[in-house]
């Protein structure tokens, strides 16, 4: 029923920046934590950088500094903005919103940097 509707990404060059957006179709009720993963060939999804409810972000260490997760609450969007993107940032991205009850997952968002 709920859907994460994902926009964003692309193609840029190394120091580039991209911005990715996620919006709740319908308005999804108590999520806990809600922002962005990505997938690592040979790994599990790893934890870009999310906000709890409070609007307290959590970054991973290989994108502080650089990325900065922010949430639009009257359009119901988490966006991330990357910036001085780097080649090992190139990955699918997925949105992600999970409370108590619920896990959900946006299909992907293709991320290029080029050397």
């Known amino acids: 029923q709920a859907r994460l509707a994902e926009s964003g990404g692309g193609w840029v060059e190394t120091g580039g920046s991209l911005r990715l957006s996620c919006a709740t179709t319908?308005?999804?009720?108590?999520?806990?934590?809600m922002g962005w993963y990505r997938q690592i060939p040979g790994k599990e999804r790893e934890l870009v950088a999310v906000?709890?409810?409070?609007?307290?972000?959590t970054y991973s260490d290989s994108v502080k500094g650089r990325f900065t997760i922010s949430k639009d609450i009257a359009a119901s969007t988490v966006n991330l903005q990357m910036n001085s993107l780097k080649p090992e940032d190139s990955d699918v991205y997925f949105c992600?919103?999970?409370?108590?009850?619920?896990?959900?997952w946006g299909q992907g968002i293709q991320v290029t940097v080029s050397s």
């Open positions: 319908p308005n999804i009720f108590g999520i806990s934590t």
């Open positions: 906000m709890d409810r409070l609007h307290l972000p």
């Open positions: 992600n919103a999970r409370g108590m009850g619920f896990n959900f």
